[in-house]
């Protein structure tokens, strides 16, 4: 059995759902790198996200979190690193 992983493909999908965001345009291309907040994804945004990824990867992230993962790199090698810990 493979071990869970938080994709990028999943972060935009799951980031769309939580945000409401109607422009694809803006979770496309080179974003690993570009803040959140640049992307259109305030602070209630970001915590619906991580509360989707808990529910989907059945995963507990604290709600502290969210300010650590500035970034989709930092979220995706965050995430990750939990998903391989509670594996």
């Known amino acids: 059995m493979s071990m869970p992983e938080l994709t990028l493909a999943d972060l935009t999908r799951i980031l769309r759902a939580a ?12 974003i690993l790198d570009v803040p959140f907040t640049d992307l259109g994804y305030d602070s209630l945004a970001m915590l619906e996200t991580v509360s989707r990824i808990e529910r989907e990867f059945d995963l507990s992230l604290p709600d502290d979190l969210v300010p650590e993962m500035p970034t989709p790199r930092i979220a995706l090698d965050t995430i990750n690193s939990r998903l391989r810990a509670a594996a």
Not at 19 to 30: F, V
């Open 19 to 30: 945000g409401g965001e109607d422009d694809p345009a803006t979770l496309q291309g080179d």
